[in-house]
């Protein structure tokens, strides 16, 4: 199972960006999945999370800002940004709960996709 992630990019303070996030490989289904971020010389934190079938959630950080969707037929998910902050500024990574069918439940990064807000 892979999942990989898109979109990053340098982008202007107040602007938008829409990150996707595609899994591949033998996936019996897809449980929840979210978006994390990690800024330099800090941890990584939640930015969103949204279950198969259920509400999405937020970091009060992004709230109003930032959107969390997924295409279960496309085994995709997606998060778009509007509003851009420099405090945004940070590798994203893609997350998700996959069964497999062989292995049973797991949980999948994918490789992190930078974001640069700046002037």
């Known amino acids: 199972v892979q999942l990989q992630a898109s979109g990053g990019g340098l982008v202007q303070p107040g602007g938008s960006l829409r990150l996707s996030c595609a899994a591949s490989?033998?996936?019996?289904?897809?449980?929840?999945m979210g978006w994390y971020r990690q800024a330099p010389g800090r941890q990584r934190e939640l930015v969103a999370i949204?279950?198969?079938?259920?509400?999405?959630n937020y970091a009060d950080s992004v709230k109003g800002r930032f959107t969390i969707s997924r295409d279960n037929t496309k085994k995709s998910m997606y998060l778009q940004m509007n509003s851009l902050k420099s405090e945004d500024t940070a590798v994203y990574y893609c997350?998700?709960?996959?069964?497999?069918?062989?292995?049973?439940?797991?949980?999948?990064w994918g490789q992190g996709t930078l974001v640069t807000v700046s002037s």
């Open positions: 490989g033998s996936i019996v289904s897809i449980n929840t």
């Open positions: 949204i279950p198969r079938g259920g509400r999405p």
């Open positions: 997350n998700a709960v996959i069964s497999t069918g062989v292995t049973g439940l797991g949980n999948y």
